[in-house]
Every structure is written in structure tokens, then in C-alpha cells.
């Protein structure tokens, strides 16, 4: 076995602890120290005339980005070293289980799945528990939600990290191995915080338009894989997909509603598959246990193209 498979089997390695171990503690956790650095300038670049506000954060994100990209080469670069995995055998696999140890912060399965679980155990309580537990997942505001209007947000939520949380983080690490992931996790996380249209709009217009950049090729191979075996249903998703203001998210969260035959959307600004029936009790089983077999059938996918694009399948 060649190296061409160190990223594959990292790929391995790292879902395993996710689902073993899930998160790290926050002191140790990569996105986290992403979070603290952009908050270092989220309030002096919000109180900045336009101009001024987008050059800021658009200074901010390169720098952040370009730390990101140089201490994961850095990591990854004497990771191989130190191990030796060019020998291949034992020496490989030390390698790749450390490399997944490092990737494994930058993907976040087994945190979304239990999250969005919790909504639905909140909603058994009570609806007030419900929406007080679905706003540590989103951003609009829960107080008036009803209990359908709770579960589709959920269920938006579980279709659109699919694909930030998992499949483009191990997208960008087929293509570029540790520093790709850990790239693309600093442009989610900067848009997270800054791609809003209140007064961080202007410093966080860079962040909005690079996670989009970023994101458009994964966000359309997480639909593809929910709908994989339902080639009816992709016409439908390429004109459902299009109604969400976000170029991508629209895409994952159109084909969980069109797999299930769900109608999900947020009130007064989309909605997806008007055709399909709210969300009710029951329907989250089903939507995790298609999202877990699509996120594997991807990762598999992506595993086996970065082999193929080092080399190895040849």
C-alpha cells in the first residue's frame, strides 16, 4: 500500500472517532480557535464605513485563511516525516490514524446528529423546550415557531451541515488533503459569524462569497448522494434547489424534502416541495438514517477520488 492512500484511510480513521469519541474539548478544538479569531475583529470591522468594513474583512479572512493553510501543511508535512509513511506498512497506518486525528475537528457528524435528535426529544417536553433547543441550532428566531415549523428547521439544519459539516470538509480534503479541510472550515465558520445582511454585512461580504465559492461543488454532491437511486426526483431538485436566497444550501435541503416527500421551508422567505406534507413526529428517524448513508456512501466516494487523484487506482 502507497501513499496514495494515506488520505483514504485518514478518511477512515477520522469517522471512527467521530462516531467513538465525538468532539474534542474546546480548548483543543481547531474550529473553535477559528472563532476566536474572528472575533478579534468582528466588532471594530462592524462599526467601519462600507468600504473600509469589506477591505477589513477581507484582510482578515486571507491572513486567517493563510494561518489555517500553513499550520495544517506544516502538521501534515511532519506527520509523513516523523512516521516515515512512505515506508508503508505499519508505518502508513500510524500516519494516516494521526492524520485522522487532526481531521477529525474539522468534521462534525456525530455533533449534528445528536443536535438535531435533541430537537426532536425537546418537542416531546414541550414546544417552548423544542424552540428554546432548536435556537442553539439557528439563526432566525424560534419563539413563534410551531411544532411542524420547529421540526422542518431541524430537518434543514441536519441537510445543510451534512454538507458543511461533513462532505465539503472532506471534499476540499480529497483535493488538498489536511490544509484544504482546514481552509474550508475557516470560510464556513467566517461566514457563520460574518455573512449576515445587519451591520457586519459589508466586513462579511468577502466570508459570505468565498463559503459560497467554496461550497458549490459539495453542496450538490451531498444532494446527489441523498437522492442517489432516485434519478426521477433530480429535475425536481434542480428547480427546487434554486429558491433559497444561499446558492448551495438549497440544494441538500430540497433533496432530503423531495426524498421524504416533505415540504420544508423558513416562513415568509422559501419553501421547498410545496407538494409534500409537513414534517411530523416520526420523520427524523427516517432523515438521519438517509443522511448517515449518504454521508458514507460520499466519504467512500471521496475517499476512493483521492487515491485516484494521487495516484493510486492506476
Known amino acids: 500500500m502507497n501513499m496514495a492512500w494515506l488520505l483514504p484511510l485518514a478518511f477512515a480513521f477520522a469517522l471512527a472517532i467521530d462516531r467513538l469519541c465525538g468532539e474534542p ?27 473600509l468594513a469589506f477591505v477589513g474583512g477581507a484582510l482578515a479572512w486571507c491572513l486567517g485563511a493563510g494561518l489555517c493553510i500553513g499550520l495544517a501543511m506544516l502538521l501534515e508535512t511532519q506527520l509523513i516525516l516523523q512516521t516515515q509513511a512512505w515506508l508503508g506498512g505499519p508505518r502508513l497506518l500510524l500516519c494516516a490514524a494521526l492524520l485522522g486525528l487532526l481531521l477529525k475537528p474539522l468534521l462534525a457528524w456525530r455533533m449534528l446528529r445528536e443536535e438535531v435528535a435533541a430537537v426532536e426529544m425537546a418537542l416531546a417536553e414541550s414546544l417552548p423546550v423544542g424552540r428554546a433547543r432548536l435556537a442553539r441550532l439557528v439563526s432566525r428566531d424560534t419563539t413563534h415557531l410551531s411544532e411542524a415549523e420547529v421540526r422542518e428547521a431541524a430537518l434543514e439544519t441536519l441537510a445543510e451541515n451534512l454538507n458543511d459539516s461533513v462532505v465539503a470538509p472532506l471534499f476540499w480534503a480529497m483535493i488538498a488533503g489536511l490544509p484544504g479541510a482546514a481552509l474550508y472550515r475557516f470560510a464556513n465558520t467566517a461566514d457563520a459569524m460574518w455573512g449576515y445582511r445587519d451591520r457586519r454585512e459589508w466586513s462579511g461580504k468577502w466570508a459570505a462569497r468565498a463559503d459560497d465559492a467554496l461550497s458549490w461543488i459539495p453542496a450538490r454532491v451531498t444532494a446527489l448522494g441523498l437522492l442517489l437511486g432516485r434519478p426521477k426526483l433530480w429535475l425536481a431538485l434542480f428547480s427546487q434547489a434554486r429558491r433559497t436566497p444561499s446558492p448551495n444550501s438549497g440544494w441538500p435541503m430540497a433533496a432530503l424534502a423531495l426524498r421524504l416527500g416533505l415540504s420544508l421551508g423558513k416562513p415568509g422567505v422559501y419553501r421547498l416541495n410545496e407538494a409534500g406534507r409537513a414534517p411530523q413526529l416520526g420523520d427524523l428517524v427516517p432523515a438521519l438514517g438517509l443522511a448517515r448513508w449518504s454521508l458514507l456512501l460520499n466519504a467512500g466516494l471521496l475517499a476512493l477520488g483521492a487515491a485516484w487523484l494521487r495516484g493510486g487506482l492506476s
Request: proline residues 7%; without cysteine.
Open 25 to 51: 474539548p474546546l480548548w483543543a478544538h481547531p474550529v473553535v480557535a477559528m472563532g476566536k479569531y474572528l472575533g478579534l475583529f468582528t466588532e471594530a470591522l462592524a462599526r467601519q464605513q462600507a468600504g
